[in-house]
């Protein structure tokens, strides 16, 4: 899954944003960096900031009911 946080992400655990499912892509475009073009999808600069294993928090333990409610908690995977 891809998700795009329009603010970029914070360093502070108690900072939460907003993020929005993107859709599905090609894995090739998995570690793309630069522009995307004003009127398409992701907009703007694009970055990876993450990619690897995240550890939904305890209080999400249904992954398709936070999906479906627009509320997941993660935590990115020491193990």
């Not at 502070?12 to 993020?19: A, F, I, L, N």
């Not at 992701?42 to 509320?71: I, K, S």
């Amino acid at each position: 899954m891809s998700w795009t946080i329009s603010e970029g992400p914070s360093y502070c655990p108690e900072d939460e944003r907003e993020t929005i499912q993107m859709e599905e892509h090609a894995r090739r475009y998995a570690d793309f960096e630069g522009m995307f073009p004003e009127g398409r999808p992701g907009a703007g600069t694009t970055m990876v900031w993450y990619a690897g294993f995240c550890d939904l928090q305890p209080e999400c333990v249904n992954v398709d009911v936070g999906l479906r409610d627009g509320y997941l908690r993660f935590a990115k995977s020491l193990g």
